[in-house]
């Protein structure tokens, strides 16, 4: 993986145009799959680097950018053949921080069509492939964000988080991956699925990179009426945490020994761990189910062909057009969801569903508060296994139950991270790392210090 | 069992019940709902006052305006509504190709205010019709065709409209006649005016829906009919429609119609089984919104009202009851009177005489021409209408000459005092009009002769030789007046 500091040292003595052609190349000759979109301004940007025109803390740094984050210029597409001729009119709040830092934006990551998916394997674009075993699958839905940064075809990334969007191809890949409290990055420019849990965030080698990126994109917008309204600053504490290890939250046996590893190292950094339940969480996945459903249901209507995306070229009238363009240009997960959704929002079944689900939710948040009462962060595995094989997952219940561990926190709306703490049988493992809201930098002191005590050889080893 | 039975008959007592939803756009905005798109399309191209947000492109969020919200609930209290301090915007879910999303951000089960009535007259008395609630919401955009609707090929959309701030107001089913229910929306349209957040003469300003239902029949919607004499219209046609259907002994179907404004008539969109499920939840890029702000901020600045207007009117100015009530119906119109009349009144002149002139003069010749006081306000000046009434009040004009002036004013513009030295409209003094009629009386001993003997066209002979020595300029009360007195 390069980091940011490696990619820096070469821009001494090397021309940044000369690194991100090299760059390029790579990608060009990648199994990856990482990219559905690569940018032909890269190098332009690049070369005003070299003629030192480019400034910022990103500056002349390769970034890329998950295909649900709208570039201007430049096509996006969420994966879908819905969108797979769509160009943006506009950048998303956190593109346009990246051009004002001075990032170089390489292209935009392969994806679960429309961030529906665990293992990317929904694109349209077809499967990311993982850089740690080409036969299995990346995670998702940012699994091409989590790739480009593990096969070193990218600097650093950013993924947006639905229910564990990020926190899932960072574990996968071996990266690290941060969904930040709900507000704190402006999702103006974030094409929906599921408006009310989703969050944009930073993937990157290292957590010193991860800060970075995320002191960037992290602000005030108000063009986006959920935005907290306040950035982010890191800063460096030295501090002993209570640390809860919540029981639900579990994983395969070889998980969860690398797990119980890195329990160890925590205390014997000085940290107190102990054992928290949290009652609510058996209902957590469904209530997810439900409520991110029935948003995309509604956020995925304006796909109909009249004013972008897929279209057809002859007449017809309204309903059987639109009903033709949605079942040519989008798969069949993003339908069942679409159904689904619909389903659970209609008249008779929106108090059985949709309202209960959000009392669900109001119980998920109570967990937590009373929780972060006793502990100051909160550990998890962030999978309950380490990447699958391809096609491994066939069935779509067992896939949406892989998301068990991630999707809680996204119904709270509190940051959690995933940081890379080991292999098992040489995949990657994450631990999920979760705070109160707006405990960034809680989080990230405490991965700090995890990440600087690991067996470094380990986590860090080369494809 | 027996009870309900009772209740029914209350409900049904009258014979025809009338609801209404009205669609307002707050077009005096500057702004869209969601947007920082401009309002002031009504002239210009399709497709150039839109936006990312408007557009509903994929991304783009939407944001209140909160000026749209203090509009807004300026109108729901001057409707005497209860605006609830705490009010959530919601998704419409339905299909529509003039809808860019998809769907449409509405307001479903927290509405900016509930309750509310207006005051019409009713009969001998007056009829508050209740309120049900009121709601904000955004207007699609506007489906175009080339030539005709059923010839045209194909559907152009026009996405300028998208995003308008619209205001719903929907009554409880309480109007008992088509009539009822023009007055409503009369009544309406002139508090809106009040308000100064709308302006009635601009296309798709209102809109209506309107539900009715005869004694043991079917509910009725009558969907988006575009004026209020389209209200009355299709009311009125629906009346006797289902009246037809019930003396045919058949039934009248619960059903959403629409009405056709070319042949007066309504046909049939959907049955009860059609009706859509517009799956409403939460809007979840918007937050709620907390108008305690905005409501106390607002509360005691509402503007009078025409109802207060009215009785303020009389007891000021002293003037009849029923010119007040004309007045009060067009707020410039009222303004234009009280400037003439506060002017007027420092010169002891009845103010009877200032509120006809402006209800009834210069009404009608504003109605005549298709202009309003805002026109007279440019052209006619208050202080040019009291240089009219004074000249008039003292003799110095008739009221011919004072028509005349206004008339000309209305039609080519210029000042009253240039008019009158232009055209000599100045009356002539009385000294000089006893003279001529002395001359009249003298020349026609014929038609004396007859007048005294009752012929009373022999008088009106006289006077008309004293107008034609004036060239109209003599007042012909005045020179009657005369000629009786010389006679007498
Ligand atoms: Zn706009």
Redesign the interface.
């Known amino acids: 993986m390069i980091s940011v500091t490696e990619w820096r040292e070469r821009l001494e003595s090397e021309r940044c145009s000369d690194m991100l052609s090299e760059l390029l190349e790579r990608i060009g000759e990648s199994k990856l799959n990482a990219y559905v979109t690569l940018s032909e301004d890269a190098i332009k940007t690049a070369e005003l680097y070299d003629r030192e025109e480019l400034k910022g803390k990103l500056a002349g740094i390769p970034v890329a950018v998950k295909d649900c984050i709208t570039t201007r210029d430049l096509k996006t597409t969420c994966s879908s053949r819905i969108l797979h001729n769509y160009i943006p009119p506009f950048d998303a709040h956190v593109v346009e921080r990246l051009r004002e830092e001075g990032a170089i934006i390489i292209g935009k990551t392969n994806m679960d069509e429309f961030a529906m998916g665990t293992t990317t394997e929904t694109s349209y674009f077809g499967v990311v492939r993982n850089p740690h075993d080409l036969e299995r699958v990346a995670g998702g839905s940012s699994g091409g964000s989590g790739a480009v940064i593990a096969g070193d075809e990218a600097v650093l990334s950013l993924g947006s988080d639905t229910g564990g969007s990020i926190r899932c191809p960072a574990s996968f890949c071996g990266v690290v991956g941060l969904k930040g409290t709900y507000g704190l990055v402006s999702r103006y420019g974030l094409i929906p699925y599921a408006n009310s849990l989703e969050q944009i965030g930073p993937m990157a080698s290292n957590v010193h990179d991860l800060i970075l990126l995320f002191e960037v994109v992290a602000g005030k917008d108000e063009r986006d009426s959920t935005n907290a309204g306040r950035g982010f600053r890191f800063e460096k504490k030295e501090k002993r945490l209570r640390v809860g290890i919540i029981k639900e939250m579990t994983a395969k046996d070889d998980v969860m020994t690398k797990f119980n590893e890195s329990v160890e190292l925590i205390e014997s950094l000085g940290h107190s761990a102990g054992e928290v339940s949290m009652k609510s969480f058996k209902y957590a996945l469904a209530a997810y189910y439900v409520i991110a459903m029935s948003e995309a249901s509604s956020n995925l209507a304006r796909y109909d062909g009249v004013r972008y995306g897929h279209a057809l070229d002859q007449l017809d009238s309204w309903t059987r057009y639109f009903s033709r363009v949605r079942a040519e240009g989008f798969g069949d997960e993003v339908k069942r969801r679409i159904m689904l959704g619909s389903y659970a929002l209609s008249a008779g079944y929106f108090g059985k569903y949709y309202l209960k689900a959000l009392k669900v939710r109001t119980l998920v948040k109570n967990d937590f508060q009373r929780a972060f009462k006793d502990y100051d962060v909160l550990i998890s595995p962030t999978m309950p296994s380490t990447a699958f094989r391809i096609g491994e997952l066939a069935d779509p219940l067992t896939m949406y139950k892989m998301d068990v561990n991630t999707v809680p926190i996204n119904l709270a709306g509190i940051p959690a991270l995933s940081l890379p703490i080991g292999f098992a049988n040489s995949l990657p493992v994450g631990l999920q790392v979760m705070g109160d809201y707006f405990s960034e930098n809680l989080i990230l002191n405490f991965a700090l210090e995890i990440e600087e005590n690991l067996d470094r050889g380990e986590a860090f080893k080369q494809i | 069992m027996s009870q309900q039975v009772t209740g029914q008959r209350m409900e049904r007592k009258d014979e025809v019940v009338i609801g209404l939803e009205v669609h307002i756009q707050l077009n005096k905005l500057n702004t869209k709902l969601f947007c920082s798109c401009s309002t002031d399309y009504h002239e210009d191209e399709p497709n150039t006052h839109v936006c990312?947000v408007c557009?509903?492109?994929?991304?783009?969020?939407?944001?209140?305006n909160e000026m749209a919200i203090k509009f807004a609930v300026k109108v729901a209290l001057a409707l005497n509504a209860d605006v609830q301090p705490f009010t959530v915007f919601d998704?419409k879910?339905y299909?529509?190709?003039d809808l860019?999303?998809?769907?449409q951000i509405s307001q479903y089960d927290r509405p900016l205010a509930w309750g509310g009535y207006v005051t019409i007259e009713a009969g001998q008395g007056e009829k508050k019709i209740l309120l049900k609630r009121i709601h904000m919401e955004e207007d699609p955009g506007k489906l175009s065709y080339r030539g005709s609707i059923t010839t045209a090929?194909?559907?152009m959309?026009d996405y300028n409209r998208s995003g308008m701030p619209l205001l719903e107001i929907v009554t409880e089913p309480v109007m008992n006649s088509p009539k009822e229910a023009r007055q409503f929306l009369n009544k309406l349209r002139i508090i809106l005016e009040y308000l100064d957040v709308f302006d009635g003469s601009l296309e798709g300003a209102m809109r209506i829906d309107a539900n009715i239902s005869l004694k043991g029949g079917g509910r009725v919607e009558i969907k988006n009919i575009s004026s209020f004499k389209g209200v009355e219209k299709a009311l009125t046609y629906e009346i006797t429609r289902q009246k037809n259907l019930k003396r045919r002994g058949k039934e009248v179907r619960r059903e959403t119609r629409h009405f056709d404004e070319i042949n007066n008539i309504t046909v049939s969109l959907r049955g009860k089984e059609e009706e859509q499920?517009y799956?409403?939840?939460p809007e979840?890029?918007?937050?709620p919104v907390d108008a305690t702000g905005i409501i106390e901020e607002l509360r005691g600045t509402i503007p009078e009202m025409p109802e207060q207007k009215r009785i303020r009117l009389a007891e000021q100015y002293g003037i009849g009851e029923n010119f007040a009530k004309v007045l009060v119906l067009d707020l410039k119109m009222a303004d234009y009177f009280e400037e003439v009349a506060k002017s007027l009144a420092e010169d002891g002149i009845n103010l009877n005489v200032a509120a006809s002139w402006t209800v009834d003069v210069l009404r009608g010749e504003l109605n005549y021409r298709s202009k309003d006081f805002r026109f007279a306000y440019s052209i006619l000046e208050p202080a040019e209408m009291v240089k009219i009434l004074k000249y008039l009040t003292d003799g110095k004009i008739t009221e011919k000459s004072a028509v005349e002036i206004i008339r000309t004013i209305l039609d080519k513009g210029g000042n009253v005092d240039m008019i009158i030295e232009e055209k000599g409209l100045f009356a002539i003094a009385n000294s000089e009009i006893e003279k001529l009629c002395r001359e009249a009386i003298e020349k026609n001993p014929k038609a004396v002769e007859d007048y005294i003997a009752g012929k009373e066209q022999a008088l009106n002979f006289l006077v008309g030789q004293v107008m034609k020595a004036t060239r109209g300029k003599a007042d012909p009360a005045e020179t009657a007046r005369i000629i009786n007195k010389i006679l007498s």
Do not use: H
């Not at chain 2, 557009?55 to 209140?64: D, K, N, S, Y």
């Not at chain 2, 860019?100 to 769907?103: G, I, L, N, S």
């Not at chain 2, 979840?284 to 937050?287: A, G, W």
């Open positions: 990312p557009l509903g492109m994929p991304g783009a969020m939407p944001v209140i998704r879910n299909f529509y190709p860019p999303k998809d769907f090929r194909y559907s959309i499920d799956r409403y939840f979840p890029d918007l937050v």
